[in-house]
C-alpha cells in the first residue's frame, strides 16, 4: 500500500493546537506502517518551514522520530514541498532518512502512472501578482540574502503570520468544487500531453474531493483541519480518499 498526505500543517494555531494535529498525524504514521511500501508527503507538512544553515525551527520531536523510525524500518517516505515549506533544504534527508523533492514527480506505483504536486504555483498564467510572489519567495538569492540579513526568531516570527494568512485564504468554510477547477484545467492539460497518466493527486485546496472524468482521474487531499482525508493506493492499482477522525 502507498499513502499520501498533505496540508498537515505542524505548527498552525496556538501551542495546545500544534501539538494536538502533530499527536493525530504521528498516530496515523504508526497506523499506517503496518502496511505501507510507501508514504508520499505532499506539501505543506508544516505550516511554516525554513532551514537556516545551522539552525531550523524548534518543535515537532515527536514527528522528526517516527519518520526517523518508519525510514528505518525500510519505508521510503517522499516529502514533495509546497508553498508553506518549499524553503527546506537536506535536514529530513539527513537526520529522518526522508527524501525531499523540490518539483513535482510523475511516478510508476503498482502499473500505475501517477502525477503527484502540492498544486500552488500551477496554471497562474494570468495571475501576475502571485506570478510574482512565487518568483520571489522561490529565489535562491532573495533565500540567501533573507537567511543573512534576518535573524531567526524575526523569521519565524514573519513566517507564522504570512503562513496564518495564506492558510486562511484556504478555509473550507469558503471553498467549493468550483475553486479547485484551475487545477482541474491544469490536470486536463497535462493527461492529454501525456496520455498514460492514470492518477493526477493534488493538495493545497484543502478541499478533499474525487473528480472523475472519462479519461482522467483527479484526487484532492484535504487538510488537517477537521478530520484528516488522504489518499491511498493498493497493490491491484486502486486509489481512494480516506478519512481520519481527528
Not at 527546506?88 to 502512472?113: H, M, N, W
Not at 540574502?145 to 524575526?154: K, R, Y
Not at 484528516?228 to 497493490?235: E, F, G, I, R, S
Request: contains cysteine; hydrophobic residues 40%; glycine residues 8%.
Amino acid at each position: 500500500m502507498y499513502y499520501f498526505a498533505s496540508d498537515v500543517h505542524l505548527g498552525a494555531g496556538d501551542e495546545l493546537t500544534s501539538r494536538r494535529t502533530e499527536r493525530h498525524f504521528v498516530e496515523w504514521l504508526d497506523r499506517v506502517k503496518e502496511d505501507a511500501e510507501g508514504i508520499y508527503l505532499v506539501g505543506d507538512i508544516f505550516d511554516f518551514w525554513f532551514e537556516y544553515k545551522n539552525v531550523i525551527p524548534k518543535g515537532f520531536a515527536r514527528t522528526f522520530g517516527k519518520l526517523a523510525e518508519l525510514t528505518d524500518q525500510g519505508i521510503k517516505i517522499t516529502f514533495i514541498t509546497g508553498n508553506h515549506d518549499m524553503w527546506a533544504k537536506d535536514y529530513l534527508q539527513k537526520e529522518c532518512g526522508v527524501e525531499t523533492l523540490f518539483t513535482p514527480q510523475r511516478i510508476s506505483l503498482y502499473g500505475k502512472e501517477l502525477f503527484v504536486a502540492h498544486g500552488d504555483n500551477m496554471n497562474i498564467g494570468n495571475k501576475p501578482i502571485l506570478r510574482a510572489m512565487n518568483a520571489t519567495f522561490r529565489s535562491k538569492i532573495v533565500r540567501t540574502l533573507f537567511s543573512w540579513l534576518v535573524h531567526p526568531d524575526l523569521a519565524l516570527q514573519f513566517g507564522k503570520w504570512w503562513s496564518g494568512k495564506s492558510r486562511k485564504s484556504h478555509s473550507m468554510e469558503t471553498l467549493t468544487p468550483a475553486s479547485l477547477n484551475f487545477l482541474i484545467d491544469y490536470a486536463r492539460d497535462y493527461q492529454s500531453a501525456h496520455p498514460s497518466t492514470d492518477y493526477i493527486i493534488f493538495g493545497h485546496m484543502h478541499l478533499p474531493y474525487d473528480h472523475r472524468e472519462e479519461q482522467l482521474r483527479v484526487l484532492f487531499m484535504g487538510c488537517w483541519e477537521g478530520d484528516a482525508t488522504y489518499a491511498t493506493l493498493d497493490k491491484e492499482g486502486n486509489i481512494e480518499l480516506k478519512t481520519k477522525a481527528l
